[in-house]
């Protein structure tokens, strides 16, 4: 005899009870009026445990340089960077070989991408801040003088959502220059016009800005500390302080999708602080020898999925896989070069 199976229904709170038995617990929650799947946020790293894997070491994935610097990632996360000894510009597409974008820049530094897709470059000993055409390698000049002078040795620079670039101006006499104002640093508007906008460090060096475009941090080399500021506007600075001091000379400055900032220290490596939350301006970790990284003059985030901390260190080009992926830079240019 064929026996007709019936429907069981079963109250909604008795699905929902056996529904989130099967969730994990630590990872996920239930809204009774709402009964989706929310995934909670990962807390922010801790140690360097919560950055890198057990035993993991960078890569050489370049050497042979003068000294290199200046990382910056397009928006498919390839790598440019500088190497200011021998007037050169590298490319690293993902996953492939190192290959020259140009030898015809004068003492190449800090780098970033524009929202127009342009590299904009720091060409320290030229005293000049240029923009690269990624298509035609052409440069045109952005920032020369101030006060109706050229300025010290223009060094890095955080370009924001408009366009216009904060950039640091000290002196390393890389090409034997007299220093011929105070080191400061400076924003250049979209319309050229370039305005003082900070006088605190006794050597500025790394600039960056946080991913909302509402934060700036300012490395002091001379100082061995990192300044932070409110940005009202731009070129607008307001709330003037010290975030914290360091172990080392501060260098190149980035930032991960908690908003950690990775500043390299040199030889002392990169130190990973906080800026979010009661643990803001403590250190997390340094990334060092122990991992493969002898010297850090800059770093960012790159790769497809913003994964791979790259390392510039003297004369290599080195990568770190990561457990957290970068912040997307407040510029991000609209197409890919």
């Known amino acids: 005899m064929r026996r007709t199976l019936l429907p069981i229904v079963l109250p909604s709170a008795v699905i929902l009870a056996l529904g989130t038995a099967f969730l994990p617990a630590q990872e996920t929650r239930y809204s009774i009026t709402k009964p989706i799947y929310e995934t909670r946020k990962p807390e922010p790293p801790q140690t360097v445990a919560d950055l890198i894997a057990p035993d993991t070491q960078a890569v050489v994935l370049g050497s042979g340089y003068g000294f290199c610097e200046g990382p910056a990632a397009d928006r498919l ?134 991913e909302d475009g509402k934060t700036l941090f300012l490395a002091d080399n001379g100082g061995k500390c990192v300044y932070q500021y409110d940005v009202t506007g731009p070129g607008k600075l307001e709330n003037e302080r010290l975030f914290t001091k360091l172990g080392g000379g501060p260098d190149g400055l980035c930032l991960d999708r908690y908003g950690d900032l990775y500043v390299a220290c040199g030889r002392v490596g990169i130190e990973v602080y906080a800026t979010r939350g009661p643990k803001a301006g403590e250190k997390i970790a340094i990334l060092g020898k122990e991992h493969g990284i002898p010297y850090a003059s800059n770093c960012t985030f790159g790769g497809p999925d913003r994964k791979i901390l790259y390392i510039t260190s003297a004369d290599k080009f080195l990568g770190l896989e990561m457990k957290v992926s970068g912040a997307r830079p407040v510029c991000e240019p609209v197409h890919a070069p």
């Open 77 to 210: 996360g390839n790598i440019y960077f500088s190497d200011g000894k021998k007037n050169a510009i590298h490319f690293y597409p993902y996953g492939r070989e190192v290959q020259l974008f140009t030898d015809k820049t004068t003492d190449a530094n800090g780098m970033m991408f524009a929202p127009n897709g342009e590299l904009y470059v720091c060409e320290g000993a030229a005293f000049r801040v240029v923009a690269f055409d990624l298509r035609s390698s052409a440069s045109r000049v952005l920032a020369e003088k101030i006060d109706g002078g050229r300025f010290n040795e223009p060094n890095d620079l955080a370009v924001d959502a408009d366009g216009g670039f904060y950039f640091t101006d000290p002196n390393y006499r890389h090409g034997n220059q007299e220093t011929v104002r105070k080191e400061d640093t400076y924003y250049c508007a979209t319309d050229g016009t370039i305005t003082r906008v900070s006088t605190v460090c006794e050597k500025p060096n790394g600039v960056l800005l946080s």
